[in-house]
């Protein structure tokens, strides 16, 4: 008789009321043990195969960072689930580094999320299990070709279906890992974002509008995914950065300061370099500071030897900082963050990338879901407000989420006259407004 697969779940948290929720959402279709000792935890792991575990972060002797990274040590192929109640940006990134974490659940969890994750996670394992068994029954099959060739033809027709659908199985089940990783890449964007007191939204507006520049240059979709996470996580090596230097702007450095905000992109690629699968992000992030004659950071790659990735983050990373006001201490309009740009095109930037820039800016896609700053004269009715206009003095003016009228943008223009303000309005464009915008 075959063997039924049993698949077995630990959990581990100091507090048993915890436990006994776990074990309530799981006891009926797993095998479920529960630890709220880590180091007894870690004993049983040692000696008994597992499949899957729960582990919460904050314990009185062992966090759960160290708990996953035995784990990852004496099981590799267990899966490890990372459950936790607080933020705390070391104990999260050694858990992530270290412990090899699959999946991220903050506490209180939702039962369905957390059973979707831990059936995912499952589906991994049954996947690995049955793909053994057919590669076994393959060999047998190979083995005895002489005597059954007949009846093989039918085998391999039968087993190619099998494997088929494994493939299939296969893909959907990558593609649920790499929204996970997209989870997990998500949170790190929050916690390096709120490190840097800024917010998280700036660090994905570059990402989207990297997208739409890679897309108009031609890359795959695969290139665009990658581009898309090195913008997201482009500032993480900023966790390292003593506070004085975290929002002071770069006109504003010497060369020492300067020398030590783009070495934060060495430490970003490092933290990204744990994962082999993030080695084309983690090389984005190293080469961003590499100017395109070969005088930047690290200083090692000149012209087209820097990543294109590499070359069209510098570019929209920096307009941002223009207009954002991070590279000078006042914010630049538009025109002027691209004339920036433009100077120092071949020297710092790649010319074709910046005018590839200069186009899409003037050729914004109708229903893109990127967002870019305009000012006053740029304003055509119908275009979307993506974050709140405020007056000089906080005061919101205009809501997020507000279409633009006429008469708005005639209001705006009052205020301006009357009190020497500029505004610097970031816009949506949806479909149904012009996709040229001048």
Not at 79 to 91: C, K, M, T
Not at 327 to 348: F, G, H, V, Y
Not at 393 to 406: A, Y
Request: net charge negative; proline share 3%.
């Amino acid at each position: 008789m075959e063997d039924v697969f049993k698949p077995r779940i630990i959990l581990v948290d100091d507090e048993v009321e915890v436990l006994q929720s776990l074990e309530r959402i799981f006891r009926r279709e797993y095998e479920t043990i529960a630890f709220n000792d880590p180091a007894k935890a870690i004993e049983f792991i040692k000696m008994t195969p597992i499949h899957i575990i729960i582990c919460d972060m904050r314990m009185p002797e062992i966090s759960g960072d160290k708990v996953l990274a035995q784990v990852k040590q004496h099981q590799p192929k267990a899966r490890r689930i990372l459950l936790s109640g607080y933020s705390d940006i070391q104990s999260t990134i050694a858990a992530i580094n270290d412990g090899g974490i699959h999946a991220y659940v903050a506490k209180p969890w939702d039962n369905k999320q957390l059973k979707e994750i831990v059936s995912d996670s499952l589906q991994v394992i049954k996947l690995e299990v049955e793909n053994q068994k057919l590669t076994k029954q393959l060999k047998v099959n190979n083995e005895n070709l002489e005597s059954l060739n007949v009846q093989l033809d039918k085998k391999v027709e039968e087993r190619t279906r099998s494997l088929k659908q494994t493939v299939s199985q296969l893909k959907l089940s990558i593609k649920k890992q790499r929204k996970q990783l997209q989870q997990v890449i998500d949170m790190v964007s929050l916690i390096s974002a709120e490190h840097r007191q800024d917010h998280h939204q700036h660090d994905i507006r570059i990402a989207k509008q990297c997208r739409l520049l890679g897309h108009q240059l031609g890359l795959e979709k695969v290139e665009l995914t990658y581009l898309y996470l090195a913008a997201q996580l482009h500032a993480i090596g900023e966790i390292s950065l003593p506070e004085s230097l975290l929002n002071k702007p770069d006109s504003q450095m010497n060369n020492s300061e300067l020398l030590q905000l783009h070495s934060q992109a060495t430490k970003g690629a490092d933290i990204l370099d744990v994962m082999p699968s993030l080695k084309h992000i983690s090389d984005t992030l190293r080469y961003q500071y590499e100017k395109f004659n070969g005088h930047g950071y690290p200083g090692v790659k000149a012209n087209k030897e820097i990543p294109l990735a590499s070359r069209i983050l510098a570019v929209v990373r920096d307009y941002d900082k223009f207009v954002s006001g991070y590279a000078t201490s006042q914010k630049l309009q538009p025109k002027d963050a691209l004339r920036q740009l433009k100077n120092q095109s071949n020297r710092k930037y790649d010319s074709e990338i910046v005018d590839a820039f200069e186009h899409l800016l003037n050729n914004i896609p109708a229903g893109s879901d990127a967002e870019f700053c305009f000012t006053l004269d740029m304003l055509e009715p119908g275009m979307v407000i993506a974050q709140d206009v405020k007056y000089n003095n906080g005061n919101v003016l205009i809501t997020k989420d507000t279409e633009l009228t006429e008469a708005t943008i005639d209001r705006m223009e009052q205020y301006e006259l009357e009190h020497d303000f500029t505004f610097f309005i970031f816009i949506l464009i949806p479909e149904k407004t012009s996709s040229e915008v001048n």
